[in-house]
């Protein structure tokens, strides 16, 4: 993993590359954390990205995954693999948080490891409900997992 690499730029000088040398048997070990989002209204929590990678086949694959940490790290939805292509391409996922998920941390993610391959990645972006007078939500650094007795 490269967090700051010019070759993984599709704009300013820097984007994210990731090196997956196999698939990882559980798709969850193998999850960057974006971010953890607080929300004040109910309405789309949306994840916007550019991916691509410099490999023809096989194509590594990606996904984005919520999860409510204030239930228990309840699972909130997956969207479909992404499969990339050596061209950049825009990918956009959402899912509607309900009133009971208003005030819960959701953590954003991006699932790397469902196939081996150099995936590259820019322009990552996260949205979420404004609140009535017209505030985004809180965003924060993702949680730290809890250590192990």
Known sequence: MQLSSPHAARTGVAGAMFNVLEPVGAPATARLAICTVVSAMPGALKVAFWAR?????????????F???????????????????????????????????VGHKIEVALQLGRAAGVI???????????????????????????PEP
């Open 120 to 146: 590259l990645l820019d322009d990552l972006e996260v949205w979420g409900p404004r609140s009535a007078d017209g505030y985004p939500p809180r965003a924060m650094p993702p949680l730290l997992p809890e």
């Open 53 to 65: 990678t410099p490999e023809r086949h096989p194509a590594p694959r990606l996904a984005v995954d």
């Open 67 to 101: 999860l409510d940490a204030s239930d228990g790290w309840r699972y909130l939805g997956l969207a479909d693999d992404f499969r990339l292509s050596t061209t950049w391409q825009r990918f956009e996922v959402s899912i509607h948080l309900g009133a009971s998920r």
